[in-house]
């Protein structure tokens, strides 16, 4: 796919397959389905946006939302994929339990931004 806008591939697959790109978030977040990510060095992840992230925040979230597989793993990749369409209840209870407002957050943040601008 070489659309700009990624959307329509996303919404018509199953399960992504990515590095440590913050896509992997907004698909399973806004998409609802699994993601396999892909083990990537320390020293290799300097020219990622997920280097920005804590590292507390980046095993957990990874945990929470996708299987980790390393190199070595590829060649399994059929049963992982399997795993990962079985770990997607477990995926979309975390989003549920964690993220607020999930599909109507710019209409709550509309709200508050009239409310303090009526207090001003």
């Not at 992504?16 to 992840?45: C, F, H, Q």
């Not at 992982?80 to 407002?101: C, G, M, P, R, W």
């Amino acid at each position: 796919d070489e659309n700009p806008d990624p959307s329509q591939s996303l919404a018509k697959s199953d399960v992504m397959i990515s590095d440590t790109s913050a896509i992997r978030v907004d698909y399973a977040v806004i998409y609802k389905k699994p993601v396999i990510s892909l083990k990537v060095k320390g020293e290799n992840l300097s020219s990622f946006e997920y280097s920005d992230l804590p590292e507390e925040m980046r095993s957990s979230l990874v945990e929470k939302i996708s299987l980790s597989i390393g190199p070595e793993e590829v060649k399994n990749i059929n049963e992982i994929v399997k795993q990962a369409l079985a770990k997607k209840s477990e995926t979309n209870d975390f989003i549920e339990k964690n993220i607020v407002n999930l599909g109507s957050a710019g209409e709550h943040i509309a709200d508050y931004l009239i409310k303090k601008a009526k207090e001003v």
